[in-house]
C-alpha cells in the first residue's frame, strides 16, 4: 500500500474517529486514503479551529485528538492550536504535509522548515522521511502524546513519501504506560506532615482531572475533612457542591479562596503544574509548607519549591495516603474555613435581578441552571472566563474546559464542537465577542456536521479583560475597541438560531431554551 494509506490504517488502530483539517494539495493522497477507512475527515473553516478540536477531544477522552495541515501556510496556522494543546497537557497529534524531499534542499515555493517550527511546541516530532517508518512514527506520536503529562506531537510527511509503496503494518497498540505507586517512604513523610499540621488545605490541579484521579481526591477528602482549593483547568476535581470545596484560586467576592490558601499550614497540591496558575499569587513569600503530588518531579521556581515530592501515579498516592490517614493523630475541623466557604457560595449564587446591569457574573447562576451536572461548559478567553473560573459551580470532572496553559482566544466554538461529537452531555460554549469572531466561521463546520451546541455570547464591543487591565493600571484604556456585525443575520446565516434576551428574565428564560433544543444556537447577551 501507500505510505498515506499505511498512516490511515495506523490512525484507525490507535481508534481515531475524526480527523480535523484543511485540505492541500500536498494531502491528496491522505484525504483519500481516509475517504476509504473508517476515519471521518473534517473539513474545517481554518487550521486553527482544527487544533482547537483536536485539543478538546484529547482534554475531554484521553485520548489523542488528530489535526491535518498542507505545508507552509497550513502548518503556522496550526501551531497556536498545537501549542495550547502541549501548554494545556492535551493530548494531540498533528500532522502535516510538505513538499518533496527533492526540493526542500534549496529555497522552494512554500517550503518552511515545519519541524523546526514544531519543536519548541510539541513533546516529540519528527519528519517520515521514508514510508518505512510510519508505523513506528505514528505509534510513537500516539504513545507520547498520550502518556502522562500529555502534550502535543507531530508528524510531516512530504508529498513524495506519501505515494510511495511499503509492506510495513501498523504496529498494535498497547494501552497506555501504567504510571508507578508511590514509594512508602514518600508516604509517610507526608503522613508526618498531615499529622502535625491543624489547617491542612488541597490545591487540586488539572492533573487530578486528567489522570482519573478526582474520585480518589474526593475519598481522600471525605476521610480528612481537608478543604479544596482548584486551579481553572482543576475545577470538578471536587465538587463545588461538597462543603470542602472553596471552589478556585481566585474564588470569593473578598479572595475568600486566597485567605484559606493563606491561613493554612500545608498545602497539598495534587495534579498542579505552575503553567496554569502562577503560585507566587498564592505562596508570595515562599515559606508556605508544600507537598507535591503528580506524576512528573515540580518545575524548579523559588514561590513552588515542594518540601516532599511524591512522584508517581496521584490515585494511587491519593489511595495510600486514605487508606493510612486512620492511623495518624490529625482531627482537623471545618472552624477555620467554613465561614469562608459560606461566603464564596453566597457570591456565586447572586444572580442579576431587575435593579441590576447586565455581567456576566449575574447571568452565569442562570445558565448554571440550565445546565445538567454532567453537561459540558467550554470557555473561551477574556474577561468572562476569570467569572466562570471563580463564580461558575462545576461539580464533575471535565465539565468546565478553560485553557489557562496557553490561554489562546478563539478555542470556545471549535472546541463545543470537538465536544459535542465526544461526549452524549449537552454542550454549552462560553465566549465573548473578542474570541467568537475569532472562530465563528466554525459554526458553518458544525452546521453541517449536524452538531446542536449552544454558544453563550457575551458582547461588550472591546477586549474587555485588557481594558480591565489597563484601567486598573492606568485609570484609562486604549486600543481595545470594537465594531461588531449584527449577529443575528451572522448567526442565522451559519445555521445557528438566535436569541437576544434583553431583560433578566428573558436571559435566564433564553438560557433554559436554547441549551434544551438541542439545536445549533447563539444566546447574544449584551452586558452593560
Request: aromatic letters at 6%; proline letters at 5%; one cysteine or more.
Amino acid at each position: 500500500m501507500q505510505a498515506a494509506e499505511l498512516l490511515v490504517e495506523c490512525l484507525e488502530r490507535e481508534g481515531v474517529e475524526h480527523v480535523f483539517g484543511l485540505p492541500g494539495e500536498e494531502t491528496e493522497d491522505l484525504l483519500f486514503a481516509m475517504r476509504d477507512s473508517t476515519v471521518e475527515f473534517v473539513p474545517c473553516r481554518h487550521e486553527q479551529g482544527a487544533a482547537f478540536m483536536a485539543n478538546v477531544h484529547g482534554r475531554l477522552t484521553g485520548e489523542a485528538g488528530v489535526c491535518l495541515s498542507t505545508l507552509g501556510p497550513g502548518a503556522t496556522n496550526l501551531m497556536t492550536g498545537v501549542a495550547d494543546a502541549n501548554l494545556d497537557k492535551a493530548p494531540v497529534v498533528a500532522l502535516s504535509a510538505q513538499g518533496g524531499l527533492e526540493r526542500l534542499h534549496k529555497e522552494s515555493h512554500q517550503a518552511l522548515d515545519i519541524v523546526g517550527l514544531f519543536e519548541p511546541i510539541t513533546k516529540w516530532n519528527t519528519r517520515i522521511s521514508d514510508p518505512e517508518i510510519v508505523h513506528e512514527s505514528v505509534r510513537k506520536a500516539f504513545k507520547l502524546a498520550e502518556h502522562e503529562k500529555p502534550g502535543a506531537t507531530h508528524l510531516e510527511l512530504p508529498e513524495d513519501i506519501a505515494a510511495e509503496e511499503t509492506e510495513a503494518t501498523p504496529l498494535p497498540n498497547r494501552g497506555n504506560v501504567r504510571r508507578p505507586d508511590p514509594d512508602v517512604q514518600s508516604v509517610e513523610r507526608v503522613l508526618e506532615l498531615l499529622d502535625e499540621s491543624e489547617r491542612p488545605l488541597v490545591i487540586a490541579g488539572n492533573g487530578a482531572v486528567r489522570t482519573r484521579a478526582a474520585r480518589e481526591l474526593r475519598n481522600f477528602v471525605d476521610e480528612t475533612e481537608i478543604p479544596v482549593v482548584s486551579t481553572y483547568m482543576g475545577k470538578g476535581a471536587v465538587s463545588d457542591a461538597d462543603a470542602h470545596s472553596l471552589m478556585t484560586l481566585d474564588s470569593g467576592d473578598d479572595a475568600e479562596a486566597s485567605s484559606a490558601i493563606a491561613s493554612a499550614d500545608l498545602v497539598v497540591t495534587v495534579g498542579y503544574d505552575i503553567a496554569e496558575h502562577d503560585p507566587a499569587g498564592w505562596n508570595p513569600s515562599a515559606e508556605t509548607t508544600i507537598v507535591h503530588v503528580d506524576s512528573e518531579p515540580a518545575e524548579v521556581y523559588e514561590h513552588y519549591n515542594p518540601d516532599i515530592e511524591v512522584v508517581a501515579d496521584p490515585g494511587a498516592t491519593l489511595r495510600a495516603l486514605t487508606s493510612a490517614c486512620p492511623d495518624i493523630d490529625a482531627n482537623y475541623d471545618d472552624a477555620w474555613y467554613a465561614d469562608l466557604r459560606a461566603d464564596i457560595v453566597e457570591d456565586v449564587s447572586a444572580r442579576g435581578s431587575v435593579d441590576d446591569d447586565v455581567t456576566v457574573r449575574g447571568a452565569l447562576p442562570y445558565l448554571r441552571d440550565a445546565l445538567a451536572d454532567d453537561d459540558v461548559l467550554v470557555s473561551d478567553v477574556g474577561s468572562h472566563k476569570m467569572a466562570i473560573a471563580q463564580n461558575y459551580p462545576t461539580y464533575e470532572s471535565n465539565t468546565c474546559i478553560i485553557s489557562n496553559g496557553l490561554a489562546s482566544m478563539g478555542i470556545a466554538v471549535p472546541g463545543a464542537l470537538a465536544a459535542d461529537l465526544a461526549v452524549d452531555s449537552n454542550v454549552v460554549a462560553v465566549t465573548g465577542d473578542g474570541g467568537f469572531l475569532m472562530n465563528a466561521a466554525e459554526l458553518e463546520t458544525a452546521n453541517r456536521l449536524g452538531c446542536g451546541f449552544t454558544v453563550v455570547l457575551f458582547v461588550d464591543d472591546d477586549y474587555g479583560l485588557i481594558s480591565e487591565k489597563q484601567e486598573a493600571d492606568r485609570g484609562e484604556h486604549f486600543g481595545t475597541e470594537l465594531d461588531n456585525p449584527e449577529f443575528g443575520a451572522f448567526c442565522e446565516s451559519f445555521g445557528a438560531e438566535h436569541y437576544r434576551p434583553e431583560s433578566w428574565d428573558e436571559i435566564d428564560a433564553a438560557f433554559a431554551d436554547a441549551t434544551a433544543s438541542g439545536d445549533l444556537s447563539v444566546v447574544e447577551v449584551r452586558l452593560d
